[in-house]
């Protein structure tokens, strides 16, 4: 069986996809070889969008915050199950938040392309703030569904077009490019 490897998921994706999901891919590229490390090969890549609601919305200081999430991923590679291409989501979780700092858990349910599902359980583990951004790498594991017992790797860039409203009120939404790793235990 062929693996996925980091320069695999690079030239897979070295034209075809936004600035922004390059953001993503070369974080999760830098994070796989950890990743890999514990863990078996790659069994799943995938690159999309992601829509993220905070209630209470974000501010300076962290408060304990309910997220909601949905997104699609729009390109996806699978070596051990080729005919899924695609999927969408949808996402919960709590955490201490804020606009700068923070972190949170959840679950989210995956509706793949071939009418099968996955379900996730995940933490944050590493939380950057390039330029104002955030970017998320969160980690967990595949709870149920197809790619039981797979171990999950995730980036999201969650981009702040009105960061003011950390000062005034609360950032409630925020939009951005997300990348999803599946990889063997």
């Known amino acids: 069986m062929t693996e ?3 320069k695999t998921v690079l030239s897979f994706w070295s034209g075809s996809v936004s600035s922004g999901s390059k ?3 070369l974080i999760l590229s830098l994070y796989a070889p950890f990743t890999l490390a514990q863990t078996g090969s790659i069994d799943l890549v995938c ?6 609601t905070f209630s209470p919305p974000l501010v300076l200081m962290e408060r304990s915050t309910e997220i909601y999430a949905e997104g699609e991923y729009t390109t996806c590679l ?19 938040l ?3 700092s923070g972190a949170h858990a959840g679950n989210y349910t995956i509706d793949w392309n071939t009418n099968e599902h996955s379900t996730i359980s995940f933490t944050n ?4 703030r390039p330029l104002g951004e955030v970017v998320v790498v969160a980690t967990g594991a595949v709870v149920s569904g197809k790619f ?12 702040n077009t009105t960061p003011l409203e950390c000062l005034f009120g609360g950032v409630s939404e925020t939009t951005g490019p997300t990348s999803l790793m599946l990889t063997t235990p």
Do not use: E, M, Q, R
Not at 80 to 90: A, D, K, L, V
Not at 125 to 128: G, Q, T
């Open 4 to 6: 996925i490897t980091t």
């Open 23 to 25: 953001i993503c891919l």
């Open 47 to 52: 690159t999309g969008s992601n829509t993220a």
């Open 78 to 96: 699978s070596v051990s199950n080729p005919s899924i291409t695609s999927g969408t989501y949808t996402a919960d979780g709590t955490g201490n």
């Open 98 to 100: 804020s606009c700068i």
């Open 125 to 128: 583990s590493i939380a950057l």
């Open 148 to 159: 039981l017992g797979d171990n999950y790797t995730g980036t999201f860039t969650l981009f």
